[in-house]
T-cell receptor, first 114, second 115 residues
Framework: ETGVTQTPRHLVMGMTNKKSLKCEQHLGHNAMYWYKQSAKKPLELMFVYSLEERVENNSVPSRFSPECPNSSHLFLHLHTLQPEDSALYLC?????????????FGEGSRLTVL | AQSVTQLDSQVPVFEEAPVELRCNYSSSVSVYLFWYVQYPNQGLQLLLKYLSGSTLVKGINGFEAEFNKSQTSFHLRKPSVHISDTAEYFCAVSEVDNYGQNFVFGPGTRLSVLP
């Protein structure tokens, strides 16, 4: 299995739908992250979890709701999204949020909001 | 605050030619530097990283980068590119403070290798 797995790879949803993105890491890492990648823009950090505790929330609208039930799983719950939320959502993990190690990324979930 | 600049948004180059992708950063403290590659419809994959030690860092797929503290640069180079190197390349800088590690990514450079 790859180190960081994201499902679904592609998601199309209406503005009134509720859906969730799932991320699972098999690396034994303690920190997990959600990033948003939009066309023509740098990666935007959304959330950071360290040992299942949220340590950073970068002014993300409340229509995005993260959940980290354990150090291996991370979810991003989506509701009442806007078309401008269409993007590639990348999950990443690292050994520790306080360490100098690199991020390991999943392949991303491509979200389209109609 | 940290920032990362990648001056070239697109770099076309012929196969087997050398290439340099430029990265400059600004930071007030010691930094750690990374290059990531993103192939179409995939996530980011680490190419190489500089944490300390030798300023010339070798990575996967024949890439290398040189950390230049005085010029605050971390340019990526490859002496001879292949068609399969066509991808988006991201430079990133991280700092560790009391709250943890903060990554900032550059806007990316799209490398197109032409036959």
């Amino acid at each position: 299995e790859t180190g960081v797995t994201q499902t679904p790879r592609h998601l199309v949803m209406g503005m009134t739908n509720k859906k969730s993105l799932k991320c699972e890491q098999h690396l034994g890492h303690n920190a997990m992250y959600w990033y948003k990648q939009s066309a023509k823009k740098p990666l935007e950090l959304m959330f950071v979890y360290s040992l299942e505790e949220r340590v950073e929330n970068n002014s993300v609208p409340s229509r995005f709701s993260p959940e980290c039930p354990n150090s291996s799983h991370l979810f991003l719950h989506l509701h009442t999204l806007q078309p401008e939320d269409s993007a590639l959502y990348l999950c990443a993990s690292s050994q520790d949020a306080q360490d100098t190690g690199e991020l390991f990324f999943g392949e991303g979930s491509r979200l389209t909001v109609l | 605050a940290q920032s990362v600049t990648q001056l070239d948004s697109q770099v076309p180059v012929f196969e087997e030619a050398p290439v340099e992708l430029r990265c400059n950063y600004s930071s007030s403290v010691s930094v750690y530097l990374f290059w990531y590659v993103q192939y179409p419809n995939q996530g980011l994959q680490l190419l190489l990283k500089y944490l300390s030690g030798s300023t010339l860092v070798k990575g996967i797929n024949g890439f290398e980068a040189e950390f230049n503290k005085s010029q605050t640069s971390f340019h990526l180079r490859k002496p001879s590119v292949h068609i399969s190197d066509t991808a988006e390349y991201f430079c990133a800088v991280s700092e560790v403070d009391n709250y943890g590690q903060n990554f900032v990514f550059g806007p990316g450079t799209r490398l197109s290798v032409l036959p």
